[in-house]
Structure formats: C-alpha cells, structure tokens
C-alpha cells in the first residue's frame, strides 16, 4: 500500500511539473509574440513614415485586412499541403485527383491575391498610395528579419546550426 501511494505521488508531481512547464512555454510564446507585434508595428510605423494621425487609421485598416489575408495563407498552405502529401503517397493519385488537387491550390492563391488587392484598397483609403503600396514591401523586409533572427536564435542555443551556414565553404 505504501508503494502505491508514492507511486501516485510521484505521478501527481511530474504531472503538476509538466504543467507547469506547459503554462511557462504558453506564457513565453505569448511574450514572444507580443514583443514580434511590437517590433513590427514600430518597424511599419518607420517603414511608411506614418504621421500618428496616419497610423491611428492604418493600423485599424491593416489588422482588420490582415486576419481574412492570414485565413487566406492558412488555406493556400494547407491545399499545398494536401497536393505534397499527395504526390508523396506511395499509392499516386490519378491525373484527376491530381488535377482537383491542382485547382484547389490555384483557387486558394486566387483568393490569397485577393485579400492582398483587398488590403491594397483599403490602406489607400487611410493613406496615400505610396504608403499603402510601401507595406507589402515591409512585409517581406520584416519577415526576412524575422527568419534571420529565428537562425540566429537557434545557432545561440547549441542546435548545430552554425552562423555561417549559409556561406559557402569554397
């Protein structure tokens, strides 16, 4: 009888660990988040030269386009997703399936195009074209310095990944 309660003990503690564990990583993915949020709406903020009255409008414009462009690239990436397991199988799909595969991609980039020409439109509302036109270009100036910083990150922690991956050796 003893055992069994510090068998059930000890399973209550690394449960209780465990969660806590969980909570602690929820609680720094959400820090992380806000503080990529904060990084970007400064670096946008700079990008565009917004004038504060200008970036009031821009930014109520912007998240409201931003959510439907993201269900958009969840859609293109799952449909891409779809089309790579697909081809993958060890049983190929026909030509047919493969085709509807195909379409269901093409229309999803369609409506991601869409939600951009949306977002287009709407910021030219709030600010002026250039402006408007400036943030597709700091979307991809920022997503780089996300992905740069993500490898910095990593080749910080000991992962194998060196600094100078990207460099060739010759």
């Not at 564990?21 to 970007?40: A, G, L, R, T, V």
């Not at 490898?151 to 060196?162: F, L, P």
């Amino acid at each position: 009888m003893k055992k069994v309660f510090i068998i059930i003990a000890v399973c209550i503690f690394n449960f209780s660990n465990i969660h806590a564990q969980q909570e602690n990583n929820k609680d720094q993915w959400h820090k992380n988040y806000d503080h990529m949020i904060s990084n970007k709406i400064a670096f946008f903020t700079q990008e565009l030269d917004l004038t504060p009255k200008e970036a009031v409008q821009y930014w109520a414009v912007y998240n409201q386009c931003w959510d439907s462009l993201m269900v958009q690239g969840y859609k293109v990436r799952k449909a891409l997703k779809s089309l790579k397991e697909a081809m993958d199988n060890t049983q190929k799909k026909g030509d047919t399936q493969i085709k509807e595969l195909m379409d269901t991609y093409f229309e999803a980039c369609d409506k991601e195009m869409e939600a951009k020409k949306t977002m287009f439109k709407e910021l030219c509302k709030v600010v002026p074209v250039d402006k408007a036109a400036k943030t597709f270009i700091a979307e991809e100036k920022f997503r780089v310095i996300l992905i740069k910083s993500l490898r910095h990150n990593k080749s910080g922690q000991g992962t194998g990944h060196s600094k100078n991956k990207d460099k060739n050796p010759e």
